[in-house]
Nanobody, 123 residues
């Protein structure tokens, strides 16, 4: 059974940092693209960042320069380092994995999803 489990969310003041982790089990994802999405209250889920199987990355404009996505193939884990956090970054953050190697910004391209972790940024 494939599982993606996020951790590392919490409450942080504006300007602070958090590091999210997504531990995968049930299969390896070293040759799959993975991504982070988020959903704020009352809003649709949106793309945050993606990484393909060779480590190329893509970011939403709203987080570019502040967030960094990375992966550890040996540990089968995806990370999201979030710096200079803003109140508008408050959301539930989800990790996701595609069946193929190329990253994508559309959530319907991802077939495996975690349960999400809450990130709250206070002003």
């Amino acid at each position: 059974q494939v599982q993606l489990v996020e951790s590392g969310g919490g409450l942080v003041q504006a300007g602070g940092s958090l590091r999210l982790s997504c531990a995968a089990s049930g299969r390896t994802f070293s040759r799959n693209a993975m991504a982070w999405f988020r959903q704020a209250p009352g809003k649709e889920r949106e793309f945050v960042a993606a990484i393909n199987w060779i480590g190329n990355t893509a970011y939403a404009d709203s987080v570019k320069g502040r967030f960094t996505i990375s992966r550890d193939g040996a540990e089968n884990t995806l990370y999201l380092q979030m710096n200079s956090l803003k109140p508008e970054d408050t959301a539930v953050y989800y990790c996701a994995a595609r069946s193929g190697p190329a990253s994508h910004t559309q959530q319907n391209e991802y077939i495996y999803w975690g349960q999400g972790t809450q990130v709250t940024v206070s002003s």
